[in-house]
């Protein structure tokens, strides 16, 4: 019990020596308006700048992220088929099925359209 004691009371000790250090020898000394603005082009910002996202680029965003967790899923199967065939061809079925059924739902609810 000493020993992890030890261990966290000079982990902290070196964790807030390598801050102070960070901190003392850090170049950036002047805090000035124009270099902590999120946009460094010298021009006051005249409305906010927070667009929301349309919902074409969030649909597109998302059947990406669909599609390559798909891929990233389905990559194993190969290596599966050399130890059970039956059960590698049935984890694909059964995947390729729940997506292929998530796919015919949102097109039937007419969310792959992009006018809406």
Sequence with gaps: ????CLMLIMILVIMLVLIFLSLIL?????FDKEKNSPIECGMNPINLMRIPFSMQFFLLAIIFIIFDIE???LM????M?????TL????MLVFLVILTLGLFYEWYNNALNWAT
């Design 1 to 4: 019990m000493k020993v992890i």
């Design 26 to 30: 850090s170049k950036k000394i002047k």
């Design 71 to 73: 891929i990233a899923i």
């Design 76 to 79: 194993p199967i190969p290596i």
């Design 81 to 85: 088929l050399f130890y059970n065939i």
């Design 88 to 91: 590698a061809l049935l984890t």
